[in-house]
């Protein structure tokens, strides 16, 4: 007889970790309390527009590619990733723009048109990125830190690399335009970080970007979450839908099962839970006194802000306006500060806008464009506002500015569909703790051996993977969680 697993949620990392399972002989049932599967990449189509929930960039596909390669398939069978270029279009207040891409000249020339200099600075910077890249990323992107003597060996590579010292302020020392900076910098923001704040050994993305390209679904994010459950199903694992898990069943130290709100029950070797720290802790293990430790100790924590999306197709299309672009405000740390620290929401913005149909047509109909523009806000913990209240207000000053910086003043007029997801929102349909976009904020005390462990300390055949462990958040973040925690869970199970 096989050996059996149960994978709480159906997210990157919980279907990540699915996929190496089953791929290993261990039968593995994912269930996910929602209708679909994705968790943040979980996506709508209304009015023949379609509409990613939310990672839309994905970097270091070959972290995908290896989830097929485990059973010698290939993932072009399920999925076809197309290049992005620009990589990302930003744009400042004053009107200036800058082309970010890994085709080097014409980066260079970017760069060089703000400020000359800076350009010798960037090579440097990329250089550091590179160093931390390997150390960071392909050294420990994937090892699971259990004790603090794991903490200890990265220590020295931590220490050559100013780990202490945030992306903002590396970048900062090579390079002078407050702009660049912003440019250089920004990028934490997408796994939950405030720049300014987030260790350095995160400026590690620059190198993954360079590398490994920027990609996009044909179809969308979605489709690429589609293309990993018919991978799985045709591994033989089961997937089972609209469900949530209401309790993890232990018995003393041993995980042997779990109830769902439907009142179905499975019992399983090992589990495993993608589904949100906190509510796996304080509510699946409410039953069982480590889980409302862990809750206790969890509550401590500074989670990441969350984020508010606008989401509207639009009739037009829209050629100058690229797949990826970042509208900077007219503030940066001020506004960082507001988010993560002061709990203000705040008059001005830095928007992240999402053009999918600029790489992928399919996803509007003829004649139209999809589009969704993401503002981070301050969690619920730190702005309890009634979302339902403020959201539509937040939605139409996000479209005005989007219609006064890309130069659609009749943006209103064109709209054909719009809706917003809020932080409420995270919470109520993903569990997500105060509403958080990203779990844990990735600062150093709360990196590696200091995250929740992807094997739990004291019920030891319970793991954890996605964004709150090891080594984060992002699509390779989660899905190197996930190689970690099978890791973990093929040799326990052996
Ligand atoms: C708007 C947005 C944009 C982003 N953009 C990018 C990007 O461009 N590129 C990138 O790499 N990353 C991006 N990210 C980050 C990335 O999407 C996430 O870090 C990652 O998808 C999280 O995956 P996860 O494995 O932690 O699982 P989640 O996506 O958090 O999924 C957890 C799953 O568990 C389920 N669940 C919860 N409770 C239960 C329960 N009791 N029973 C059963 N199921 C349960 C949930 O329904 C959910 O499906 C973005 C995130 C957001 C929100």
Redesign the pocket.
């Known amino acids: 007889m096989s050996k059996t697993a149960i994978v709480?949620?159906?997210?990157?990392?919980?279907l990540a970790l699915a996929i190496r399972l089953q791929s290993a002989g261990i039968s593995t049932t994912i269930?996910?309390?929602?209708d679909k599967?994705?968790?943040?990449?979980y996506h709508w189509k209304r009015e023949g527009f379609t509409f990613d929930?939310?990672?839309?960039?994905?970097?270091d596909p070959d972290c995908l590619r290896e989830l097929w390669g485990l059973s010698g398939s290939d993932m072009a069978q399920d999925v076809e990733l197309m290049p992005v270029q620009p990589f990302y279009r930003l744009t400042w207040p004053d009107g200036s723009e800058l082309d970010y891409t890994n085709d080097m000249d014409v980066l260079m020339a970017g760069i060089s048109r703000f400020r000359p200099e800076d350009a010798e600075g960037y090579a440097k910077f990329l250089e550091y990125s590179a160093g931390v890249f390997e150390e960071g990323y392909v050294k420990l992107g994937h090892v699971p830190f259990l004790d603090f003597a794991s903490m200890l060996k990265a220590a020295p590579a931590l220490a050559r690399y100013q780990a202490w010292r945030s992306v903002y302020s590396i970048v900062s020392s090579y390079v002078k335009d407050e702009r660049l900076r912003q440019a250089f910098s920004f990028h934490t923001l997408?796994?939950g970080g405030d720049p300014t704040k987030t260790s350095s050994i995160y400026a590690l993305i620059h190198k993954l970007e360079k590398d490994g390209g920027v990609w996009f679904a044909r179809g969308g994010t979605n489709a690429l979450i589609a293309g990993m459950v018919r991978h799985f199903e045709r591994l033989g694992g089961t997937l089972r839908l609209d469900d949530?898990?209401?309790e993890i069943v232990t018995n003393g130290d041993r995980a042997t099962g779990v109830v769902t709100r439907s009142g179905w029950r499975a019992d399983a070797d090992a589990v495993a839970t993608?589904?949100?720290i906190m509510?796996s802790y304080r509510d699946?293990l409410s039953g069982n006194a480590r889980g409302k430790k862990a809750a206790k100790s969890l509550a401590r924590k500074r989670f990441s802000p969350s984020?508010f999306?606008a989401h509207f197709g639009l009739k037009g299309d829209f050629p100058h306006i690229a797949h990826h672009s970042i509208l900077f405000g007219p503030r940066y740390q001020g506004l960082l500060a507001d988010i993560y620290d002061n709990g203000v929401l705040p008059e001005d913005f830095s928007l992240y806008l999402h053009h999918p149909s600029a790489t992928d047509p399919g996803m509007a109909p003829p004649g139209h464009a999809s589009f969704y523009a993401?503002a981070p806000v301050a969690h619920m913990g730190k702005l309890p506002i009634d979302w339902a209240v403020e959201g539509p207000k937040f939605e139409k000053r996000i479209l005005d500015v989007v219609g006064e910086r890309c130069n659609i003043p009749d943006i209103h007029e064109r709209v054909v569909v719009k809706f917003h997801y809020t932080p409420a929102d995270f919470g109520h349909?993903?569990?997500a703790h105060l509403g958080s976009?990203?779990?844990l904020e990735p600062v150093l005390w709360q990196s590696a051996f200091f995250r929740t462990h992807n094997r739990d300390d004291v019920i030891g055949n319970l793991y954890f993977?996605?964004?709150g462990t090891h080594p984060g958040?992002?699509?390779?973040?989660?899905v190197g969680s996930a190689k970690a925690t099978a890791g973990l869970m093929i040799d326990d199970l052996a």
Request: proline share 8%; glycine share 24%; net charge negative.
């Open positions: 709480i949620g159906a997210g990157f990392g919980g269930v996910e309390g929602r599967p994705g968790g943040r990449g929930a939310g990672p839309t960039v994905i970097t997408l796994v949530p898990v209401t993608n589904a949100d509510h699946l984020l999306v993401l349909d993903l569990n976009a990203f779990s993977v996605g964004a958040a992002g699509i390779p973040g989660v």
